[in-house]
């Protein structure tokens, strides 16, 4: 069951909250740069329509719904500007694990957003939604996401070679994981 009664999350610089329409240039941006488009499914530029579709589908969805990924809009908790967006995925044949992944706009890179914003995404699902598992993956080549996977304590758990076609070319995957038990409940 979704958790229809999410607002948003906040740390002490961020708040993780739905899209707003305000949202969509920044997403855009961000979205079309090719360096950050490198190891995400979507191609750059990210078209504005590809993000009003996008952003509307997320409407009518909850965090916490089994077999659906949400995304959570990162903003400076200051201003309300987007910075980024962190997602989470609960698995429909088991909804007891989830997957977690993230992308930050450029000029927030380097400033320690990623790791607040993933660190209160997992205590969210970890902690508030009384998950067993988390997971992540990704590419061995983007050592900034293994570093902040690495930071919020989750396990590095394998190394699979060749074993994602992306974007022409067979990339390696890097597996995070982190159970309940593991993780810190005042966190």
Known sequence: MGDA??????????????????DLDAFVAYRSDPETARYQSWEAPYRPSQARQFLQELEAIHPD?????????????????????????VQAEDPRQAEIGFTLAPQHQGYGYA???VRRLLHYLLIER??????????DRNTSSAAVLE???MRREGHLLEST???GEWTNDL??????????SGS
């Not at 719904?65 to 903003?75: I, K, L, N, R």
């Not at 908790?77 to 995925?89: F, K, M, P, S, V």
């Open 5 to 22: 009664a999410f607002t948003a999350l906040t740390t002490q610089r961020l708040v993780l909250r739905r899209f707003r329409p305000e």
């Open 65 to 89: 719904t089994p077999g659906e990924w949400f995304q959570f809009a990162v903003a400076l908790r200051h201003t309300d500007r987007l910075i980024g967006d962190c997602g989470a995925h």
């Open 115 to 117: 790791t607040e914003a």
């Open 130 to 139: 009384g998950k067993h598992r988390v997971r992540a993956t990704c590419d």
């Open 151 to 153: 930071r919020v304590g």
């Open 165 to 167: 076609w992306s974007k």
């Open 175 to 184: 597996l995070y994981g982190v159970l309940r038990r593991e993780w810190p």
